[in-house]
Every structure is written in C-alpha cells, then in structure tokens.
C-alpha cells in the first residue's frame, strides 16, 4: 500500500524507527512489541516481520490478558500462535481486570502494562519497546484535551518516544512508529496482506472515555481539516515544549 508521500507502511515504521532511536539504520538493537492481537498492534507486527526479512531485527513479543471480555482468551492464544509460527519469544501477563478499581480502569490498565514491560526490559537487556498507537488516537487525544480544558502541556498529545526507565545499567524507551499512519491506511495495509486479527469487544463500550470520545468524532476524523486542526495543536504545543526546554538549558550554561 502506497501512502500519500510514497512510502509503504513498513517503510515509514522503519525510517521513524531510526529516527526515533536516533540511528541511520537498525543494528543489535532490542525490541520489545506490545501486540493485543487487535487491527493496530498486528499491523505494526506484521510490518515487523517484513522488515526483518531484508534486515536482521531482535524482536521479542508482549501481551497482556486483562480478562475484560468474551475473546479474551482467543485473542491472547492467537498472540502465542503468532509467536510460535515466527519462532519468537514472548511474554503474556495474566491479569485479573476485577482488581481494577472502578474509576479510571483504562489509566490502571496502562499503568499495569507499562509497569510489566519495564520489568521484563530491565531483566532481558531490552532497550526498544514498541506500541501501535497511530494518527487517529492523537486526534483523540488532542480532542479530548481541548474539551477537557486541559493545560497546554496536555495538549501536546500521545509523544512519540519517552523514556520507561533509566539507570546505569539499563535505558529503555518506549517508542511510537505508527503515530504519523492514519487508522485508514492501516485498514487498508490489514486488508491487503489479509491480516487475520480479532475486534476488542470493549471498543464498544462507550463507559470508557477514548471509546465515547471515538464515537463522538468518527465522522469528523473523516474531515481533512479537523485532522489538520488537532494535530496542528499538538505540532505546536511541543514545539512550545522544545523552545522552553532549550531556554531551561541556555540559563543553565549561564550560571
């Protein structure tokens, strides 16, 4: 699939790759794919492996069962066959979603997750984890700020690297490669390498803030000047972001 400046997906995850880890080109670097089995992550998977048949990647998979819902269990088993078929290692976390309190399960959800993937990275030496968080979930997210009234800072949005943890033995970086790919040409790259994945049945529950605001704006992400609009913003803010952490270090020089 040919997106609108020439590139194929996997072309424009590698090349944000390198410049997301600050490389010309991938060499014995680690990686870490977040996959739920779900449209987004399988896309980024997938586009993986294509990468690793021309240049020799180290990649290592994680998933995390929640328990949320009815294809819980076939979602995760289906992440383990995938493992199995491309003889890749993988790490599945159990976790009962009940323990979750009832406010705000989506932050707890995250927060379990990420809290996993740094243990896991610290332990195995893995530098690199991915997520397949793209276009459409910064406009989300942008929106969400925005109605919200949120500080400026909120408004930068989804970014697309940050540090997980750091210390003297071990960086490890969280990083986004698909934040510039629009949902729609991932529908279109899963369609035309007939990508089998499995729809989360919670993405429907409208309990959840991101799925109401989903549901809200679907029509207007169709919108090329709404699109433009939220990520504009976020451009901006960390922009703004950028100028002030430069100015932070000049003063510093100058004490």
């Not at 009940?98 to 332990?123: D, M, V």
């Not at 490669?177 to 629009?182: K, R």
């Not at 090329?224 to 939220?230: C, G, I, S, T, V």
């Not at 100015?247 to 510093?252: D, S, W």
Request: proline share 1%; with cysteine; charged share 30%.
């Amino acid at each position: 699939i040919i997106l609108w400046w020439g590139l194929d997906i996997k072309d424009i995850i590698y090349n944000q790759i390198c410049k997301l880890i600050d490389e010309k080109k991938i060499n014995s670097e680690r990686f870490l794919i977040s996959v739920s089995g779900g449209l987004d992550s399988l896309v980024l998977f997938q586009s993986m492996i294509e990468i690793n048949k021309s240049i020799p990647l180290n990649i290592k998979l994680f998933h995390v069962n929640y328990n949320m819902h009815s294809k819980s269990k076939i979602m995760s088993d289906y992440c383990l066959d995938i493992a199995k078929k491309y003889n890749l290692e993988i790490y599945i976390e159990d976790c009962d979603s009940k323990e979750f309190k009832n406010t705000n399960i989506e932050s707890q959800a995250r927060e379990f997750r990420y809290n996993r993937l740094r243990e896991i990275c610290i332990k195995n030496k893995i530098n690199y984890v991915l997520t397949a968080h793209h276009q459409d979930d910064q406009i989300e997210t942008i929106y969400m700020a925005k109605k919200n009234k949120s500080s400026w800072v909120s408004k930068i949005g989804i970014r697309s690297n940050f540090v997980l943890h750091n210390d003297d033995n071990i960086k490890v970086s969280l990083i986004r490669p698909m934040l510039n790919i629009s949902k729609e040409n991932i529908i279109r790259y899963a369609s035309k390498n007939k990508l089998t994945y499995f729809d989360d049945p919670t993405n429907n529950n409208l309990k959840f803030l991101r799925n109401k605001t989903r549901y809200e704006i679907k029509d207007k992400k169709n919108d090329l000047q709404f699109r433009e609009k939220y990520l504009a913003i976020s451009k901006d803010n960390l922009l703004k972001l950028d100028k002030i952490g430069k100015q932070i270090n000049e003063q510093f020089y100058q004490l």
